[in-house]
């Protein structure tokens, strides 16, 4: 008997990014597939199918891992593992099938593969297998070139096993009649970003071992331990799988063109902002690495010298990856671009704060009994370098210069302000937390003199962060207060023919009556609307509310010439004017 048709579909295959988009009716309400019983039952089986699913992995992974563990006997005194792998195995593993058959015959209904249940676990256990295999595949290879073999038939045969449902979930993925219908752009997303990361990494790691070994044969050290050469085969074995990882889901996948808002999400939290704090790192470095070389010997050379690789190797695959992303994202939305450009902004401005803290703070130890050891010089230096960096890089992406404030009529770009109160607020936060630590060293010191230590020697660093925090927060408060969105001028009050209003609101009348007294100078009587509370749909609250609703109620008013005139105001965003006769 055939099944009831749950939900009208319609698939829609445009060509966006190389991937058909499909796209089905919702159900009726009232319908069986849209009821919370539904829902439930989704969400119950296929977590259990993710649980069974990854069972059955791992009795899998661990049974063949000892049968490749080569010299080895099959038990080898582990009875406890080897009977947890049978159990995972043999009876996960039958569940696990019977279950996913069930689930797979169902998939055929428009409503059941279109749900987000489905999509959910698809997107998850493509992630959870692609890093359990590629990590443990990884690890063997690096424990091999190491010259360690213990151990390596279980890691190989975990990564053969969750290598083998990485790719039976590829395939339901983008199965053309049973794949899912929602949350199909997350398994590109989260390769893409997976693969970067631990390219980036592995890739820094190899050119910073090469970098040393350079610098050891420069400066005559001898390095103590392994070869510099496993170190860098073992990072260039990771960041050659990052890559092809990357390239797979970035160009064969479609990650590159796809257009949703977590694709832009990730390439400005991961490409953009994740290089960008990279690069900066490595630059900053690299320039204090110079500074003390040039100005303060205090330490051997080769100490000195000492991350001079990571510097190179950081600055260098961080500038070349924030660039790439960067690009990618001027051909994104506007919404995208000023993302990109705001977190390398909050980037180089916490890189220029910290220099002007360290400054600060270096100063202060120029004038207060320094602790043996300790060279003032070094923290100076080190707070230049980082002022060195992220101050002009600031100035480049937030170019101070550039107005930024919105013209009457015009939307602002809700990111930069989110910025700025962001800014603002967790530099408040951090400047109050300061403040109290340096109330705190003082009145420390006036109760108990007998503390070690001068007064300028306690205070000076939270006294170095207050200065930078306390620049920042100002500085970026009066950029708020002067963008504030701009509102035409108003007329003079009593300039229009307007003696009386009759003010009917919903809710709180009184950013209205105001509104309504300084656009028209008339007279105002309130009647509150019963039984109907008003949800404001004005941007923001106090000033911003009532500038808004002053700018709609002089717009409304345009044309009326009458000298009553009724007013109601909501609720919601309703706004109706009527002129009464005399």
């Known amino acids: 008997m055939a099944r009831p048709v749950d939900a009208l579909a319609v698939r829609l295959v445009h060509q966006q990014g190389g991937v058909p988009v499909t796209a089905a009716l919702a159900p009726a309400p009232g319908s069986g597939a849209g009821t919370v019983q539904q829902t439930v039952r989704r969400l119950v089986v296929y977590t259990l199918l993710f649980v069974l699913v990854s069972i059955a992995a791992s009795g899998a992974g661990a049974l063949l891992g000892r049968l490749l563990g080569i010299g080895s006997e099959f038990v080898a005194g582990d009875v406890a593992g080897l009977a947890q792998g049978f159990a995972f195995f043999l009876i996960g593993g039958p569940l696990a099938a019977i279950l996913w058959w069930s689930v797979w015959r169902r998939l055929g209904e ?25 990590t443990s595949l990884l690890a063997a290879l690096s424990e091999l070139i190491a010259g360690r073999t213990a151990g390596w038939g279980m890691t190989i045969g975990g990564a053969l096993v969750w290598g083998a449902v990485w790719v039976w979930h590829r ?31 592995g890739t820094v790691t190899a050119l910073a071992a090469l970098f040393d070994s350079a610098v050891d044969s420069l400066t005559g050290t001898t390095a103590v331990g392994k070869p510099w050469w496993v170190f860098a085969l073992q990072a260039l074995v990771w960041a050659v799988a990052g890559i092809l990882l990357w390239l797979w889901h970035w160009f064969r996948e479609g990650g590159r063109r796809l257009h949703s808002r977590l694709a832009d999400v990730a390439l400005v939290v991961a490409g953009v902002l994740g290089a960008s704090v990279l690069a900066v790192t490595g630059w900053g470095t690299l320039l204090f690495i110079i500074l003390r070389l040039a100005f303060d010997r205090s330490e051997p050379v080769a100490e000195l010298l000492e991350p001079l690789g990571f510097a190179l190797a950081a600055g260098a695959v961080g500038t070349v990856v924030w660039l790439y992303h960067s690009s990618v994202a001027a051909g994104r939305t506007e919404g995208t671009r000023e993302g990109a450009r705001l977190v390398v902004c909050g980037v180089a401005l916490a890189a220029a704060a910290t220099g002007i803290g360290v400054i600060v703070n270096s100063v202060l130890a120029l004038a207060g009994n320094t602790l043996a050891g300790t ?31 919105a013209t009457a009529g015009a939307a602002e770009p809700a990111g930069r302000r989110v910025y700025l109160i962001t800014v603002f607020g967790v530099s408040a936060v951090v400047a109050l937390v300061t403040l109290l630590v340096i109330g705190y060293r003082v009145f420390e010191l006036l109760l108990d003199g ?44 009593r300039s229009r023919p307007i003696g009386h209003i009759v003010l009917v609101a919903a809710g709180d009348p009184e950013p209205w009556r105001r509104a309504a007294e300084e656009v028209t100078g008339a007279r105002v009587t309130v009647w509150t609307r019963a039984g109907a509370p008003d949800v404001p749909v004005a941007s923001g609250e106090g000033p911003d509310r009532e500038e808004a609703e002053a700018v709609r109620l002089e717009r409304a008013l345009a044309d009326i010439l009458a000298d009553r005139v009724l007013v109601i105001a909501g609720p919601g965003s309703r706004l109706e004017v009527i002129a009464l006769a005399d």
């Open 450 to 493: 007998t503390t070690p230590g001068s007064l300028v020697d306690r205070i000076r660093a939270p006294f170095g962060l207050l200065a930078a925090t306390g620049l920042v927060a100002g500085y970026h408060f009066s950029v708020w207060r002067h963008e504030r969105p701009a509102v035409p001028a108003r007329p003079p009050a």
């Open 375 to 405: 060279d003032p010089r070094t923290l100076l230096l080190g707070g230049i370098s980082a002022l060195a960096v992220g101050g002009p890089l600031w100035w480049r992406s937030w170019q101070p210069g550039k107005p930024g404030r």
């Open 171 to 201: 395939w339901m993925w983008r199965h053309p009649g049973k794949g899912p219908l929602r949350l199909t752009p997350v398994p590109a997303v989260a390769g893409t970003v997976y693969g970067l990361v631990i390219g980036t990494g």
């Open 110 to 134: 428009p409503a059941e593969r279109s749900s987000l249940a489905w999509g959910l676990y698809v997107a998850a256990m493509y992630v959870v297998s692609m890093v359990i295999s590629t």
